[in-house]
């Protein structure tokens, strides 16, 4: 009965165009923005000799920093969408409600709340906000000119300054290292999870949409028509290879694990290669990561489990269709 209620009950007709502005955020994409922060904290506490599992403690200045970078990047995202408008979208739909004005300011009060949640945080992650900002306007600009290998620098970018700024607020600042040697240390424990981010990239730009257009999937299609996506797919099995044997090396159990057990995806998609196997090598290993990010950061479902969710019910009522899901079409 509540499954049916849920599902065909007339009210959610009415419920979810509330609901167009959460939306508009995409929210789906806070679980990689959130996963890096979370890297970034472990690999702090990893080289503090710290062996963090289940950390339920609540500290405010981590909670600002989670506040602080959702809110620049949600600007970046609306930004993203006002370049390409698509008919049965949240932003065509934000956009018959409210004025371009209205919507513009609001990406402005979200860049300046985002700035002060990160000064309340610290101030040292409060610049690291603002280069942050700079670089979501560059890669706005860039995607007009296409140049793959300036976005993919870009967007390196971006998940370097998400993982500095979790490894700032690890604790390591209080604590008497060198400068050079914390961030030699950061870069050799960082190369794993970015290895997998440059597989994932690639993968993100391999096919037109890898989901639904209405969802404003990233895929470009960039690499579709220039390489063979067998290579395409050989390389990223290449690089998720490497990250394992060098996450095993340096002793790094959050990503050796969560790798490994990501690993047969990136093996079938090289066997078979149909889109569905494209659809599952970017949404799965993101998902476990995740999911082992929980076992450390449990406050991190909190975040994860309605945002999942809800967008879930919004795009079943408002679209009539099931996403997200780990679901693929039946093989």
Request: proline share 3%; net charge positive; aromatic share 18%.
């Amino acid at each position: 009965m509540i499954k049916n209620f849920l599902k065909n009950h007339a009210v959610h007709k009415k419920v979810v165009p509330k609901l167009d502005f959460f939306i508009l955020l995409i929210p789906l994409n806070f679980f990689s923005i959130w996963m890096i922060i979370c890297v970034g904290l472990y690999i702090g506490m990893f080289i503090q000799g710290l062996s963090p599992q289940f950390i339920a403690d609540i500290d405010f200045g981590i909670l600002f920093l989670f506040l602080g970078i959702t809110s620049i990047m949600s600007s970046y995202y609306i930004d993203l969408q006002l370049l390409d408008v698509k008919d049965n979208s949240s932003i065509y739909f934000v956009k018959q409600k409210y004025s371009s004005k209205f919507i513009n300011n609001f990406k402005v009060y979200l860049n300046v709340f985002g700035l002060l949640f990160l000064l309340s945080s610290f101030w040292l992650i409060c610049i690291l906000g603002l280069i942050l900002i700079v670089i979501n306007k560059i890669i706005l600009n860039n995607r007009k000119n296409q140049s793959l290998s300036l976005n993919l620098i870009l967007q390196l970018g971006v998940a370097f300054i998400l993982s500095i700024s979790g490894f700032i607020k690890s604790g390591l600042l209080n604590i008497n290292y060198e400068f050079f040697d914390l961030i030699f240390m950061y870069f050799k424990f960082i190369i794993p999870y970015m290895l997998f981010f440059i597989s994932s990239f690639i993968i993100l730009n391999t096919k037109d949409y890898l989901f639904s257009p209405k969802c404003l999937s990233y895929s470009t299609g960039y690499l579709s028509n220039s390489i063979n996506s067998k290579i395409i797919s050989l390389i990223s099995l290449i690089l998720i290879s490497l990250s394992i044997l060098l996450s095993i090396k340096l002793n790094d159990s959050l990503a050796s694990t969560s790798l490994c057990v990501s690993l047969p995806f990136y093996l079938y998609v090289l066997i078979r290669g149909l889109d569905k196997d494209y659809q599952r090598i970017f949404t799965y290993p993101l998902a476990i990561i995740n999911f082992f990010c929980m076992t450390i950061f449990p406050y991190l479902f909190i975040l994860i489990f309605p945002v999942f969710y809800l967008t879930k019910y919004y795009n079943w009522h408002r679209f009539n269709f099931h996403f997200p899901t780990f679901l693929v079409e039946n093989d």
